[in-house]
């Protein structure tokens, strides 16, 4: 699911972020359940609704969600834009992870800066009351000085698991990826 996404390339009926979804679900199910908002342009989502005159609402989310889980036994949702970016004046991200009640993912890019943005995303996180349940090292920037050496840090430094290492065109980084990645995501926290 991808409750919001914002950005259709022209000539296309979604987003591609949508569309790859879609692809990687084992379940048949609405479009306006797995995507409940969509907008054209590839601006924040506050921006993007307010272009078009239309309100994020959590709780349209929170039923679409859940007629996504009465179908799967899983259901991966995945944000847009950052934990913080918002929705509308009151809302971000990470409300939609605390209205559904799920543990939350990081996704790092690794790159410049990325400590930083990481250990404040798991502060936020933490702030809101949510499990950080892991992370993911997206290595984005394949020409990034000692990107080993900052991956390392975050998995000294954030209180949660890393998950995945993962290199530029799929080639195999130097970490493998941790197992068990579903159970991470599904069990209660400890």
Do not use: Q
């Not at 979604?14 to 199910?29: F, H, I, K």
């Not at 050496?149 to 698991?161: K, Q």
């Amino acid at each position: 699911m991808k409750p919001v996404a914002a950005g259709i390339e022209p000539g296309r009926s979604r987003n591609a972020d949508v569309d790859a979804l879609v692809a990687a679900g084992s379940v048949a199910a609405p479009l306006a359940d797995v995507n409940p908002y969509a907008f054209d342009a590839p601006i924040a989502p506050h921006l993007a609704a307010a272009r078009s005159g239309t309100v994020i609402d959590l709780e349209r989310i929170a039923a679409a969600y859940g007629r996504l889980a009465a179908r799967a036994d899983a259901v991966v949702v995945e944000g847009a834009g950052g934990a913080l970016v918002p929705l509308s004046r009151r809302s971000d991200m990470l409300d939609i992870a605390a209205r559904l009640g799920l543990p939350v993912l990081l996704v790092v890019g690794v790159r410049l800066g990325c400590l930083n943005h990481a250990l404040l995303t798991a502060l936020a996180i933490d702030g809101r009351g949510l499990r950080l349940a892991g992370w993911v090292a997206n290595r984005i920037d394949p020409s990034m000085a000692d990107g080993e050496a900052s991956v390392d840090t975050l998995a000294r430094s954030l209180p949660a698991p890393l998950i995945a290492d993962l290199s530029w065109h799929g080639a195999a980084s130097e970490a493998p990826p941790i197992r068990g990645a579903f159970r991470l995501l599904s069990d209660p926290p400890r």
